[in-house]
């Protein structure tokens, strides 16, 4: 399977039933041995559409880091509501601009192979957008190839969409020094005047909301707290992103102004400078996404390890399971056993590279040779341990699709 077709919008929700959902794909890929991943098309499909539901008429551009499949890319971008492609290095935007015509890389590169290959292409320099957040970055690419030797360069200026609060201090991630609009203002200053550059756009990547659960499983104050917080830094990020992007827009003609993430569709969509959000967890529903309040992904991706020992009665080994997602270190990082249900990791070890023990009930009447269906606390990088992704249509696999580590590119 190189290509699929997403399901129409529908009210069924299968995995509602959560222990029918989960046999369900247990039974489907009987006839596979683990370790391998899996994609349920229904649940997919439904991630999709809710989530242009969500953004409510803003387009929403994918952002691969989530996804990393190609297949799904093209699946998704064939809908209403998604356009273009927000990248996580140049060297994969390019790849991905092959097939592509509208790739914003989300982060700032500094691979001068890949600059070079984007200035001797005008194909692919009318199709790539790159992200600066200073001087630097203009002067890196200049070093490269002089602006009189290339296809001229699309920029988008990064926007810091950090907090610092009065109380609290600096609350969301460390990204761009552009904070406010004087800053933006004097970057796009230097882009402009420059030859062999074209500003077309602006980002900020609101993380204190897009990408933090604001209701915490049995943390009631916590997630009051942090609503809290969301309320607050949105409603001063508008104001500021607002005054930032009118400066910009008096220099520059901006096709685009990206935001927001999964978790901030609604927030980021309705702020009047946002041209475009960017999403693409929410596609694969990884467990970070139970703990929010406003929406609730369906489990679209898992993966199936084997059961390799019993150490003890109450106790069994799986092979694998140390797929570890970014962000601070802590046990809500780790991938979450979920069927056959009960099943938890031993404290003191937890998931490992080449072997997991889990314990519970269930794992008294496991043996070896069954398998333990897991889901991964975030989403793309789900992708990096497995060549191809199962998909599940009903009671069946329809196929499977590559990941980019199938197709055999490993970007970061």
Known sequence: MTAFTLHPPTDRQPWRDRDAYWAGMDAATAHLDPVFGALNLAALS??????????????IRVASKSVRVRAVLDAVLALPGYHGVLAY???????????????????????????????????????????????????????VVAPDRRAPIRICLELDASWKS???????????????ATDARELAQQVVRRPGFKLVGMMGYEAQ?????NKPAGQPLRGAMVRAIQRSSMA????RRGEAVAAVRELADLEFVNAGGT??????????????????????????????????PAPA?????????????????????????????APDRLPQPVWPAGLRMVAREMAGEVQT????????????????????????????????????????????????RGEGKAFL
């Open 166 to 180: 009065p109380l609290l201090g600096h609350i969301g991630v460390w990204r761009s020094p552009v904070h406010h």
């Open 263 to 296: 978790g901030s569709l609604e927030a980021s969509g309705a702020d009047a400078s946002v041209t475009e959000v960017a999403a693409g967890s929410g596609l694969f529903g990884p467990h970070l996404f139970d703990n929010y309040a406003h929406f609730s």
């Open 357 to 404: 023990p889990v314990t519970g009930e269930a794992a008294r009447r496991l043996t070896v040779g069954d398998r333990v269906w897991l889901r991964h606390t975030k989403a793309g990088e789900l992708s990096e341990h497995v060549n191809e992704l199962y998909v599940v249509d009903g009671e069946r696999v329809a196929g499977s699709v590559a990941t980019y």
């Open 89 to 143: 290095t140049l060297a994969e935007g390019l790849w991905l601009a092959e097939t592509i015509d509208d790739v914003v890389v989300g982060y700032p590169s500094a691979d001068r192979a890949a600059y070079a290959a984007l200035a001797a292409d005008e194909k692919l320099a009318s199709r790539v957008t790159v992200m600066v957040d200073s001087v630097a970055h203009l002067d890196l690419i200049d070093s």
């Open 209 to 213: 909301i897009a990408g933090l659960g």
């Open 46 to 59: 439904h991630n999709a559409h809710d989530m242009a539901r969500r953004a409510a008429g803003v387009p």
């Open 236 to 239: 001063e990020l508008r104001r």
């Open 301 to 329: 991706a898992a993966f199936a390890l084997p059961v390799v020992r019993r150490p003890a009665p109450d106790r069994v080994t799986l092979l694998g399971g140390g797929w570890v997602a970014s962000g601070p270190p």
